[in-house]
């Protein structure tokens, strides 16, 4: 089988041709538009099943960066869409790292190979959760790279609005830079303080 680019490998490759922003190689009308709809506006699913799913999920995480095999967390990733419980999937993670059961080394590790070597959109939002919990620059360069495509702004803008200490000028930096359903979530995080951020 014939080995396929990354999503984040494609978005670079993208952006290095045509370096406008708001990226203009995303279709603006349908890009985000699911996720971002399901998680504004949507009631969702009950709490418990979202909490059931987030518990299964980190299992399944576990077990994936034991073995270093990802078939079965993709596979659980197409059959429970992140968006579904995304919030308490990164509420749960945020007690296994501090209880010890998720090494930061190993979950931010993790991260990093899911958000810049997935082929799959699920293993990327993924991984922008797991790195939402290390704020530093490699991450914040990778959620800019990712964050700009309207798929996976509101992954992006969630993650920042947890984890950085800038994280208005951040969001405002994306809201200036994702158009459509991008925009959308990244205005609905922003706290407009500044006339430039009002305005």
Do not use: W
Not at 63 to 91: D, N, S, W, Y
Not at 150 to 169: G, K, L, M, P, R
């Amino acid at each position: 089988m014939a080995n396929q680019e990354s999503i984040y490998h494609i978005l670079l490759k993208q952006r290095e041709e045509n370096p406008a922003l708001p990226y203009v190689f995303q279709d603006i009308e349908t890009a985000g538009r699911e996720d971002t709809l399901f998680i504004l506006l949507s009631e969702g699913v009950p709490y418990s099943q979202k909490e059931d799913m987030a518990r299964e999920c980190c299992d399944v995480l576990e077990q994936a960066m034991r073995t270093g095999e990802q078939e079965k967390l993709a596979q659980f990733l197409v059959e429970h869409p992140i968006r579904m419980f995304f919030i308490e999937l990164r509420e749960r993670l945020r007690v296994l790292v501090e209880t010890g059961a998720f090494t930061q080394i190993d979950l931010h590790d993790f991260g990093m190979n899911l958000a810049r070597n997935s082929q799959q959109a699920e293993l990327v939002k993924l991984g922008i959760i797991l790195l939402g919990f290390y704020p530093h620059d490699l991450t914040l360069k990778i959620f800019k790279v990712l964050g700009y495509h309207s798929d996976f702004t509101i992954y992006v803008s969630e993650s920042i609005h947890h984890a950085h200490f800038h994280q208005n000028e951040i969001l405002f930096d994306l809201v200036q830079h994702t158009a459509g359903y991008g925009r959308l979530a990244a205005l609905f995080q922003l706290k407009p303080v500044t006339t430039e951020q009002q305005q």
